[in-house]
């Protein structure tokens, strides 16, 4: 071998090692991104993309359902025993806010929480834990004002129309969606004594919000047409099957939900509902963005911001299946 080509394999094969060393350091990092309600599309979505960012940069995803506290606190602990460095949760409870911060803390991992924003002991959100969620008042005014003009152009008298907002207060970013919606409709002009809220029990799930609704439709069986607001997708498609059980026809409600991702079937449906739309949100941003800025924290301490929020857009039976193949949800 002469000289010249011994020092281009040597080269060869440093770049080589270097390389390979390079993409093992990569893949070392895993991370966590837990969940409260896996069986919902909107978090299948959230995982689909965290993934896609774990391709992208070379770090892994375990995915973990955690619908209660106890799953929470025990995968919070295998995570670390596992080696992960950090992980991102949609918390099942937001009381569960301080816990979870020092259960990380005990097992040495970072933290982002996605959707539903930590509350502290003194009821207040805690702003010092990494936060990404929606702009949840003004998506929820986006909601009431739809709801409005829906009312409006199908020449509905207003003294006959009903306000059903769905309602689950426990959770602060839905109680901002859900007042945001009331409060823009009687902005608008719809009187604030014809708003009915109906309070879910328990999960937020399409039964659950049936039975809220359904508790309101026999206490004012005298209103002729509604209209149906609620924290995602899932509260109005409660609200929309209480309705039809009850007689109502489609075209005596509307209902406007939240997501846009729990709604696909129901938007392809030939017969049209009274499910007249949704606000789209990105679960593209809130899966793939999160674990990116957890990912680029551990590798490199670029700390995320404290609080981002994202926008949504209103996607109905005319414009979904365009919008949800541009956004990746579809193909
Ligand atoms: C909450 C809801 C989800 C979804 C997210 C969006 O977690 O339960 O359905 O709307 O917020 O941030």
């Known amino acids: 071998m002469t000289k010249k080509s ?76 596992n080696g992960a460095k950090g992980f991102v949760i949609c918390t099942p409870d937001v009381n569960l806010g301080p816990a979870i911060v020092s259960r990380a803390q005990a097992n040495n991992l970072k933290l982002l929480a996605v959707d539903d924003r930590f509350t502290g002991p003194d009821g207040k959100d805690i702003e010092s834990v990494h936060y990404l969620g929606i702009s949840a008042r003004k998506i929820g005014q986006e909601v009431g004002r739809t709801l409005y003009e829906q009312a409006k152009a199908k020449g509905w008298d207003i003294k006959e129309v009903g306000f059903c907002a769905v309602t689950f207060d426990e959770l602060p970013t839905i109680n901002d969606r859900t007042e945001g919606a009331i409060e823009k409709a009687v902005e608008l002009g719809f009187p604030a ?30 209103i002729k047409y509604w209209l149906i607001a609620g924290g995602n997708d899932s509260c109005v498609l409660g609200g929309v099957r209480a309705m039809e059980g009850r007689g109502i026809p489609a075209a005596n409600a509307v209902g406007v939900g939240i997501n846009g991702t729990d709604c696909i079937p129901e938007l392809e449906k030939s017969n049209p509902t009274s499910f007249y739309g949704s606000i789209l ?16 924290w551990i590798k490199d301490g670029v700390e995320p911001p404290l609080d981002s929020r994202t926008a949504g857009t209103l996607i109905t039976r005319d414009t979904f299946r365009k919008i949800l193949k541009d956004e990746g949800i579809t193909d």
């Open 6 to 81: 011994f020092s281009f394999c040597l080269t060869l094969l440093l770049a080589l090692c270097f390389g390979l060393s390079e993409l093992a350091a990569a893949a070392e990092i895993t991370i966590g991104f837990l969940v409260k309600q896996p069986e919902e599309q909107w978090f299948q979505l959230e995982w689909k993309f965290a993934d896609m960012a774990g391709k992208d940069f070379g770090f892994d995803v375990l995915k973990i359902g955690t619908p209660d506290g106890e799953k929470v606190l025990s995968a919070i602990d295998n995570l670390g025993a």
């Open 193 to 222: 004594n014809q708003v009915y809220r109906a309070p879910i029990q328990g999960r937020m799930e399409i039964p659950t919000a049936l039975d809220a609704v359904n508790v309101l439709l026999t206490q004012h069986p005298e």
């Open 281 to 296: 949100l990105s679960a593209r941003e809130h899966g793939y963005k999160t674990a990116e800025m957890l990912y680029k």
